[in-house]
T-cell receptor, first 114, second 111 residues
Framework: DTGVSQDPRHKITKRGQNVTFRCDPISEHNRLYWYRQTLGQGPEFLTYFQNEAQLEKSRLLSDRFSAERPKGSFSTLEIQRTEQGDSAMYLC????????????FGPGTRLTVT | DAKTTQPNSMESNEEEPVHLPCNHSTISGTDYIHWYRQLPSQGPEYVIHGLTSNVNNRMASLAIAEDRKSSTLILHRATLRDAAVYYCILRDGGTGNQFYFGTGTSLTVIP
């Protein structure tokens, strides 16, 4: 098992463009979480899935953000009409539902909006 | 969500114990105390968690005050690889499915 993987690791885009990130969780984990982290701050929760169901979304997840996990395996996070304020590290984590205390994080996707 | 307060930064000498404090005076009875750490350029990683009793694992120990309003993460012998940002997080054991990180404590280990 290679852990949680995220792709791409870095993304530079122009303001107004759409971007999509992918997260592949640990294969046995049916919970998947998305967080966003800006410089000098801790990660901020965005949303989480149990299998393919999106069970909770943060107020931070504006209508320009959408996350999917269509087959309960990998997940995608799309940001439409990117803004400079979207520049951040986007982190994905996974866990079993019975071990929520131990979330395994991926290395993150660093987004820079110019 | 209950808040935690941690010092912004701490230093420790290599191979000495490190005590990282966390205050959580508004903790509720169902809140678990978690510690995660984030090494440079990596995602956070789980360190330890507890509810009321002190906990030990291969990475660290967690000492929880009797009134649960504070806790201390103990690294028994700091190594250079322990240099990281350490986050103390509360999670409602009944309804909480995600973590609300603060700004954490940046630990510097001096050789």
């Amino acid at each position: 098992d290679t852990g949680v993987s995220q792709d791409p690791r870095h993304k530079i885009t122009k303001r107004g463009q759409n971007v999509t990130f992918r997260c592949d969780p640990i294969s046995e984990h049916n919970r998947l979480y998305w967080y966003r982290q800006t410089l000098g701050q801790g990660p901020e929760f965005l949303t989480y899935f149990q299998n393919e169901a999106q069970l909770e979304k943060s107020r931070l997840l504006s209508d320009r953000f959408s996350a999917e996990r269509p087959k309960g395996s990998f997940s995608t996070l799309e940001i439409q009409r990117t803004e400079q304020g979207d520049s951040a590290m986007y982190l994905c984590a996974s866990s079993f539902p019975t071990t929520v205390h131990e979330q395994y994080f991926g290395p993150g996707t660093r987004l820079t909006v110019t | 969500d209950a808040k935690t307060t941690q010092p912004n930064s701490m230093e420790s000498n290599e191979e000495e114990p490190v005590h990282l404090p966390c205050n959580h005076s508004t903790i509720s009875g169902t809140d678990y105390i978690h510690w995660y750490r984030q090494l440079p350029s990596q995602g956070p990683e789980y360190v330890i968690h507890g509810l009321t009793s002190n906990v030990n694992n291969r990475m660290a120990s967690l000492a929880i005050a009797e009134d649960r309003k504070s806790s201390t993460l103990i690294l028994h012998r700091a190594t250079l690889r322990d240099a990281a940002v350490y986050y103390c997080i509360l999670r409602d054991g009944g309804t909480g499915n995600q973590f609300y990180f603060g700004t954490g404590t940046s630990l510097t280990v001096i050789p």
